[in-house]
């Protein structure tokens, strides 16, 4: 089980705020596989023990972010895993863009805030993302970082930020979960390990044409110990990212428990969407509906989703919202209707013109079907904390 505070960094000062008791129903979440009995479910709670206002972020701006524990409660069988925490928000401040290469920001305020070497791109694999957090278009892009120079406090990006975005712009760098950080260095979260994957749990990253396994391997039959990927018995992979705003799957070869300490993510999140199936992460740690609702929850109607997706007559020119039905054993769909004999609004397939925007967003994640042949980007709305 990880241990409050384990993933905070050091420099962070800590002050006790008052306190809230807000709790995730714990509703079944669509399977990623649709592999129809098995289900993921997940609790979370601000508590005394658990909510923080953090001060002193990386010499930037003061901010108090919500903090708190995320239990997520794993059947036997195949779960799927959206977070809706992130490891820490490491620095906000001021940047200017540059004209030239917009993968290229500069960080204002030094000497006070400085940036140094490598800050944010400590390793072969990603650490951290950047995001836009303020104005209007363009709020809520996030973009890898892929190297920090002290010279210049200049931070170059994996994508170029969108023409929309100035100079004066608030900008935030939130550290990545790794497979380390949320299971532990040396599997510490209790998942059951295994000479071998056949008999450990798998891990299961979509990649974009398919799925990476990664187990915790005790050693033995070739594989050395620690977290592997399939295929690959000696190589270390304790650093491997894990995308906020996506989802991975995890085959459990029994039920257990992994609680997890974070961040809550306010705002806007943009994503982009591909032709074909893609997977959305409820980044919203509160529930719409169940026994203890939040007006910060989200429902189709306040999610975002109907500014970014195709809507249609009818079903089949929508674009697709699907959310995983355990009770039936597949997905309700739900599109935005443009207008016809079903009425303007959010629509589900079956259930004629009746109004579906209070529908909740299922815990952990959600499949959208983009029907066009070319991407879009959309901003999701995950509630402000």
């Not at 010279?151 to 975005?165: A, C, F, H, R």
Request: aromatic share 10%; charged share 15%.
């Amino acid at each position: 089980m990880l241990m409050l505070g384990q993933n905070l960094r050091k420099k962070f000062s800590t002050t006790q705020k008052e306190c809230h008791n807000i709790k995730i129903i714990t509703n079944p979440i669509f399977d990623f596989f649709q592999l129809s009995r098995l289900i993921m479910k997940r609790s979370f709670l601000l508590a005394a023990s658990c909510f923080f206002a953090v001060a002193a972020l990386t010499q930037a701006l003061v901010t108090t972010p919500v903090m708190g524990f995320l239990t997520l409660n794993l059947n036997q069988g195949t779960n799927f895993m959206g977070f809706a925490l992130l490891p820490a928000m490491e620095l906000q401040g001021v940047a200017n863009i540059s004209a030239e290469d917009r993968t290229r920001i500069f960080l204002q305020g030094s000497p006070q805030v400085t940036l140094t070497d490598n800050q944010f791109n400590s390793g072969a694999m990603a650490t951290h993302v950047l995001e836009i957090a303020s104005g209007q278009a363009g709020v809520g892009f996030t973009s890898i970082v892929i190297d920090t120079l002290a010279t210049g406090n200049e931070i170059i990006l994996e994508e170029e930020v969108p023409e929309e975005v100035g100079d004066g712009v608030t900008v935030k760098i939130w550290k990545l979960w790794t497979l380390a950080d949320v299971f532990g260095a040396a599997n510490s979260a209790g998942l059951t390990g295994a000479a071998v994957p056949e008999n450990a749990d798998l891990i299961q990253i979509p990649n974009g044409t398919d799925f990476d396994q990664y187990f915790y391997s005790t050693g033995g039959q070739g594989y050395t110990q620690g977290w592997r990927q399939v295929g690959d018995f000696t190589t270390n992979q304790a650093s491997v990212p894990l995308d906020f705003s996506g989802g991975v799957a995890l085959f459990a070869r029994s039920a257990k428990s992994v609680v997890i300490v974070g961040q809550v993510k306010p705002g806007k999140t943009q994503i982009t969407l591909q032709p074909g199936n893609n997977f959305v992460a409820n980044l919203c740690p509160v529930n719409s509906s169940g026994d203890t609702p939040s007006q910060e929850g989200r429902e189709l109607a306040n999610s975002g989703l109907q500014e970014g997706l195709t809507p249609g007559i009818n079903s089949n020119k929508a674009d697709l919202v699907l959310f995983w039905n355990s009770t039936k054993k597949g997905y309700d769909q739900y599109y935005y209707s443009s207008g016809g004999p079903l009425g303007t609004g959010w629509r589900k397939v079956g259930a004629g013109n009746a109004d579906q925007s209070e529908v909740s967003l299922p815990d952990g994640a959600y499949i959208i079907f983009r029907r066009a042949e070319s991407s879009v980007d959309i901003q999701l709305n995950q509630g402000d904390f």
